[in-house]
């Protein structure tokens, strides 16, 4: 079993900065994939970012060049550094591990964290 713990939400200003942490325990193997999602009030939950065993990263399309995801195998961690944060940001951000099937932003994920919340204000 996998336990993921995220750390470092917040409540920020537009414009703003946060970074999020999440820390793999367990039976996690660092060859793991592991991403980033997040679900808004009334929304469904969405991929934000994934980052691969080699530390390749990708990103939905509404972050990309403002956040960035990377991973410390050693430390079993994973973060979010979040730059230039808007409203439409806010929400509960899931760290998630272990890609079981299908693309990282739709596919079935086998551990969750149990989320950290981001709210942006303008």
């Known amino acids: 079993q996998v336990e993921l713990v995220e750390s470092g939400g917040g409540s920020v200003q537009a414009g703003g900065s946060l970074r999020l942490t999440c820390v793999a325990s367990?039976?996690?193997?660092?060859?793991?994939?592991m991403s980033w999602f997040r679900q808004a009030p009334g929304e469904d939950r969405e991929g934000v970012a994934v980052?691969?065993?080699?530390?390749?990263?990708r990103y939905a399309d509404s972050v990309k060049g403002r956040f960035t995801a990377s991973r410390d195998n050693a430390k079993k961690t994973m973060y979010l550094q979040m730059n230039s944060l808007k409203p439409e940001d806010t929400g509960v951000y899931y760290c998630?591990?272990?890609?079981?099937?299908?693309?990282?932003?739709?596919?079935?994920?086998?551990?969750w964290g149990q989320g950290t919340r981001v709210t942006v204000s303008s």
């Open positions: 998630a591990a272990e890609l079981t099937s299908g693309h990282w932003y739709s596919g079935r994920w086998r551990s």
């Open positions: 367990g039976r996690f193997g660092v060859n793991e994939y």
């Open positions: 980052v691969y065993t080699d530390g390749t990263t």
